[in-house]
């Protein structure tokens, strides 16, 4: 194997740039009103170790260019995963084809050109990591070792990955926009599996950065993954009965996500959102607001423009508890008579800001209650925002852990569940682009025996 190998493409943001600046050339050569155009390379290395043994070696490397043009109102749309000049052409004609046989879409279009970014800050977003794939094994391998080492309970394990990726992007349209910017992140995963004479466990544990010097060690990872999974022996169900509910930083970002895609324009402007027509109101206690912070340096949602090159500001989704914009992009923005608010893509670093206070201290303040640590299913309906997932955790008395549960089942409804949040904690999980601490509910039912 390779002593060194930087996992970094050799095509060039300015190379894109050049390949989007064809497309678009070609585009109104052919006639088109309006174009817009978007090439990536990405390049990434995996490894996964499995009971000592190499599962998987994976070297990966995808590129492609996409291509949208507007006759009046007309789109048509072509991608290709060959860059060269004579498959850009190609692409672009078979777009234009595309445009002359579809119907007028009157919200269809470029943003407008006044919305478009025209300088934006260093983000510090690439880092690639020069690790050769021996170097990989021998970080996965002392991370599944480090977890296999720690309890004698536990006997098998599903393995431990060490992954690194690279990505090029460029963006640009007949409204004069061209951007590109590189990104990485690297990261590190370990589950094992423990034993004992009431049954078997699984658990695991992950580290996620833009700097591979910003992970967590190998030992770290494993440990965390096998003290997770120990932890969970012995589970028992539960009674059915209503308590207060503590989700953790990672499943606390799944109760956000919910609240997003409740307030997106798809749901929107197809009345199919729990939070139709519902800015201004209240969705969260008052002293919590969610905000959008796309440009914090290194931060995983971190991008100097969106998917359709927007300018992106700090901007708040939720105000003092209160809706206060909807997640949109141009064309769901015309289906609702708004404007864009920068989320062609996505949204950017949304952080959930107000009081916040460390795990112990909401324990104390749950008293009795649910700690969820893992979910399972998908049951959320996203017109009613009616909740109901399998879950496991550990029970809690007097602010103290008492015994690990299973085989139940958490409800309720998103609205109150999100209105009715008692306390946040201080322990923001920063591996992610939605930034949340834990979060205590008031109330949910538990369903078990």
């Given at each position: ?14 190379e ?49 260019i996409?291509?949208?043009v ?28 595309i ?19 025209r ?14 794939p ?17 309890d ?26 061209l ?16 034993r ?15 700097l ?13 993954a ?218 949910m ?5």
């Amino acid at each position: 194997m390779q002593d060194s190998l930087e996992v970094k493409s050799s095509t060039r943001p300015a190379e894109l740039e050049q390949a989007v600046e064809k497309a678009l050339a070609e585009a109104r050569r052919q006639g088109a009103d309006a174009a817009e155009s978007g090439a990536s390379v990405d390049t990434g290395l995996g490894v996964t170790v499995r009971m000592g043994e190499v599962e998987t070696l994976e070297y990966r490397q995808d590129r492609g260019i996409g291509v949208t043009v507007f006759f009046g109102q007309r789109k048509g749309a072509a991608n290709t995963s060959d860059l060269s000049d004579g498959a850009i052409v190609e692409a672009v004609a078979k777009a234009c084809d595309i445009a002359r046989f579809t119907e007028d879409d009157e919200h269809g279009g470029l943003p407008p050109a006044d919305r478009q970014a025209r300088d934006w800050p260093d983000l510090d977003l690439c880092h690639p990591w020069a690790i050769s794939p021996d170097a990989a094994i021998d970080m996965a391998r002392r991370c599944e070792d480090a977890a296999r080492g720690f309890d004698a309970r536990i006997d098998n394990s599903d393995g431990a990955s060490v992954d690194t990726h690279h990505g090029v992007r460029a963006y640009g349209n007949s409204n004069g926009f061209l951007g590109s910017y590189e990104g990485t992140n690297h990261g590190m995963s370990a589950s094992v599996l423990a034993r004992d004479e009431q049954g078997m466990q699984r658990d695991f544990w992950y580290t996620a950065a833009r700097l591979a010097d910003d992970l967590q060690s190998p030992e770290t990872v494993g440990r965390k993954a096998a003290e997770r999974t120990v932890k969970r022996l012995g589970g028992r169900r539960l009674s059915t009965r209503k308590a207060p509910v503590l989700f953790p930083p990672s499943l606390a970002r799944g109760l956000i996500g919910a609240l997003v895609g409740a307030a997106s324009g798809p749901a929107q402007y197809r009345q199919a959102s729990w939070l139709l027509d519902a800015v201004g109101e209240s969705v969260l206690p008052e002293w919590l607001s969610l905000v959008e912070r796309p440009h914090l340096p290194r931060a995983m949602g971190s991008s100097p423009f969106d998917g359709e090159g927007v300018a992106l500001s700090d901007n708040p989704l939720v105000e003092n508890g209160r809706l206060s914009r909807y997640v949109l992009d141009s064309y769901t923005a015309r289906q609702l008579g708004l404007e864009s608010t920068g989320n062609a893509g996505g949204v950017h670093n949304l952080s959930l800001e107000g009081e916040a206070c460390d795990f112990e201290t909401l324990l104390k303040r749950m008293d009795t209650g649910l700690m969820v640590t893992e979910l399972m299913g998908q049951g959320v309906n996203g017109v009613t925002g009616d909740y109901s997932r399998g879950a496991a955790g550990f029970w809690v008395e007097n602010g103290e852990i008492q015994c690990p549960v299973e085989e139940i089942t958490v409800a309720g409804n998103l609205k109150p569940m999100l209105g009715n949040i008692v306390a946040a904690g201080n322990d923001v999980d920063y591996r992610a682009n939605v930034l949340t601490g834990s979060l205590l509910l008031e109330e949910m039912t538990i369903a078990g025996e």
